[in-house]
């Protein structure tokens, strides 16, 4: 196996029993790069020299010093700052700004020894809106989604072993459906986002992107994220309680998510899990809108210095962020604020019955441009109940791209939920229908 296609598990186990040096392991991903980037274009700054003089570097410190991710490659989404690399936010107002400072997960994982291999793309300061240049490495004339679109395209192309994202929306959940990989949103708030460009206090998630579950967990242990009960060892799906939630926007599922959510309720129900589902209570049929004025209000805030530095540099969506177009009122800010609030106890009573919720991840499979990113609609909800959520890979469409189904648990049951997620995983690769080349 060349090494780059190694998981970040198995290219650590490598270079601690020194069967391969993070040098090596650097140039076999630097390869990788150079051969695809002309047509997954997933980055937005990679200086090849650079990575190799950090991965000598690395490779001369002494193993009693080592960290726990010592060599390990990750790709960062461009509107975390990195000291060392411009963070430019896909904004023509920060082109060539290189702030010389480390965004506080950027700090944590240089302390583990994690070398920062470059800036992946983004859509502009991670909106929903328009697409950056990345392609979809599974087929380039459709979108790799949004809004860590670098992130997801080099992991599921084997340009790096684990991305860095953020969601707001579906930022890290649904271009981890569209790449075939795995994609993890934690609990809100359980991972400092000191250090990075804020779209939405009250949204805004860092996530990772990786091929297997262990390497979230990976990133679960250097990010300290802990559960009040720690997961029982060697979880089972046989004999688990699993719930189906369609969300209130199920009319929107397109015929690729409306099989892949009846085949993986299947194969639970055929390896001996009982599978109920259910409806939510209707006070979550206003997440929808309670979510977009949340968004736009917050935004409001958020945008506010870009548009009074240089109005005519910002996108029009945003701009009506701060020129409030759509004309909401604190009153209506308020209940969002409340009503989102009040929800977030009984989803977590809700999800506390199961070993996860199963839902959809995305309408379909990416679409066919790079214009848009995709839809949201099936995340949102999520992410504004600060859950935490993890696609998993496994099924495909109608034109054999990758469709990716979302397992959700209560707030704070991060850990459960990726071992949940481990099994749920092994099942859904092997028996979905899509596999990864």
Wanted: net charge negative.
């Amino acid at each position: 196996m060349e090494p780059y296609r190694l998981t970040a598990t198995q290219a650590l186990s490598s270079i601690r029993d020194s069967s391969l040096t993070v040098e090596q392991y650097v140039r076999s991903l630097i390869s990788r790069i150079q051969e695809r980037d002309l047509i997954v274009q997933a980055w937005e700054h990679f200086d090849a020299d650079y990575v190799i003089g950090e991965a000598k570097r690395l490779d001369e410190v002494p193993l009693q010093e080592r960290g726990s991710l010592h060599g390990l490659p990750v790709a960062i989404k461009d509107i975390i700052y990195t000291k060392d690399m411009p963070t430019q936010h896909n904004s023509p107002i920060y082109r060539g700004d290189a702030p010389k400072l480390d965004a506080g997960s950027i700090t944590i994982l240089r302390q583990a020894g994690a070398l920062i291999l470059g800036k992946t793309t983004t859509t502009e300061f991670a909106s929903s809106r328009g697409g950056p240049k990345t392609r979809n490495p599974h087929d380039p004339a459709r979108t790799p989604g949004g809004s860590s679109s670098g992130s997801a395209a080099a992991v599921g192309d084997f340009q790096a072993p684990i991305g860095l994202g953020s969601q707001t929306g579906g930022s890290t959940v649904r271009p981890g459906s569209f790449n075939g990989i795995y994609a993890f949103k934690p609990t809100w708030n359980a991972i400092s986002r000191e250090g990075q460009k804020i779209y939405s206090l009250t949204l805004d998630t860092i996530g990772f992107f990786s091929r297997c579950v262990e390497d979230l967990e990976l990133m679960a242990d250097l990010f300290g994220l802990q559960d009040d009960h720690v997961p029982r060892d060697g979880f089972e799906v046989k004999g688990a309680r699993f719930a189906v939630v369609k969300t209130p926007v199920w009319s929107e599922a397109g015929p690729g998510t409306r099989a892949a959510l009846q085949a993986g309720a299947q194969l639970l129900r055929s390896h001996g899990a009982e599978v109920e589902e259910i409806e939510l209570p209707p006070e979550f049929n206003k997440m929808p809108e309670w979510y977009r004025i949340l968004l736009d209000s917050e935004g409001r805030v958020t945008f506010l210095p870009e548009y009074r530095l240089a109005k005519e540099k910002l996108s029009p969506f945003l701009a009506e962020h701060v020129e409030n177009v759509q004309g909401i009122s604190r009153a209506a800010q308020l209940e969002a604020y409340d009503g989102i609030a009040a929800l977030r106890p009984t989803m977590d009573g809700i999800a506390k019955k199961y070993a996860a919720i199963l839902t959809p991840s995305v309408i379909d499979e990416a679409p066919v441009g790079i214009e848009s990113t995709g839809s949201p609609v099936f995340n949102s909800m999520w992410t504004a109940l600060h859950t935490p959520v993890i696609n998993i890979p496994g099924f495909q469409g109608a034109n054999g791209m990758p469709i990716g189904l979302s397992l959700v648990g209560p707030r704070y049951y991060d850990r459960q939920l990726l071992a949940v997620s481990r099994e749920v995983g092994r099942i859904f690769e092997l028996e979905g229908g899509w596999k990864r080349t």
